[in-house]
């Protein structure tokens, strides 16, 4: 490059003085624009910005939003986007009582924005990849063994909280900040699935053989309040009658 404005300009030298002079101005100022245009950026609404120097490395400052100067080839900006972001992360896993669980889980995350040299070293700009879905399984498939399959239905806001709280802790590891962990998916194998259906018919079946035994009991109860009420009545005519005997003749 370097070579071809030398060429350019010494051919420029073979020129007429105005017309060169005016080339080597046109030339030094678009050169000038070059180097302050590489010399300038912008870090947008939102972001942050770190300088890696080639000389003496990552440097520690962290730049806020607006206009920055850097010296061209020397430092190079390293963009970060620090507003909150979600991702789903659907991973299979097993509980307490060996039953296969299908656990979704949606967070809502972000860098934390006073650590990002630190952060670049350890896991780059793409720590949304590298990190979460691993510490995310690890965690998942740390608290559901730890339940029944009954009871991730029966207590699943405690399950949702005992997750948010590991996970919380095991993203600041990584200078991650979550600001919101639901699940948001619970599914169980075809086994459990059967075995709950099945289990539900028995219920209904156990249910109906009481209601049979109970109607049972009502009907046998309703005879024998009937056959008292009958052995009662002809109690009472019979000693009418022996205290009438007239009246025996009459009904004869």
Request: net charge positive; hydrophobic share 45%.
């Amino acid at each position: 490059m370097a070579k071809r404005i030398g060429d350019i300009l010494g051919r420029m030298g073979k020129a007429p003085s105005g017309l060169g002079l005016g080339m080597k101005l046109l030339i030094a100022g678009g050169v000038a624009a070059y180097g302050l245009s590489e010399a300038m950026f912008t870090v947008e609404g939102g972001h942050r910005a770190i300088i890696f120097n080639r000389v003496g490395g990552l440097q520690k400052d962290i730049l806020a939003e607006g206009l920055h100067f850097r010296i061209p080839w020397f430092q190079h900006p390293i963009i970060y986007d620090i507003r909150t972001r979600p991702k789903k992360i659907t991973s299979p896993t097993g509980s307490k009582d060996l039953q296969v669980v299908n656990i979704g889980l949606r967070i809502l995350h972000r860098p934390n924005a006073l650590t990002l040299p630190e952060m670049y070293r350890v896991v780059g700009v793409d720590y949304d990849d590298r990190v979460l879905p691993s510490i995310i399984n690890e965690v998942l498939k740390s608290v559901v063994a730890k339940f029944n399959a009954s009871q991730l239905i029966t207590q699943r806001s405690a399950v949702s909280l005992l997750v948010r709280q590991q996970l919380v802790d095991r993203a600041s590891d990584f200078n991650i900040i979550l600001d919101d962990v639901a699940i948001t998916e619970l599914s169980f194998g075809k086994e459990y699935a059967a075995a709950v259906e099945a289990k539900q018919v028995a219920q209904q079946e156990a249910q109906r053989a009481q209601f049979i035994v109970e109607q049972a009991k009502q009907e046998r109860n309703r005879k024998v309040v009937q056959a008292e009420g009958e052995a009662t009545s002809a109690k009472m005519v019979g000693a009418a009658i022996s205290e009438n005997p007239g009246d025996r003749k009459s009904v004869v």
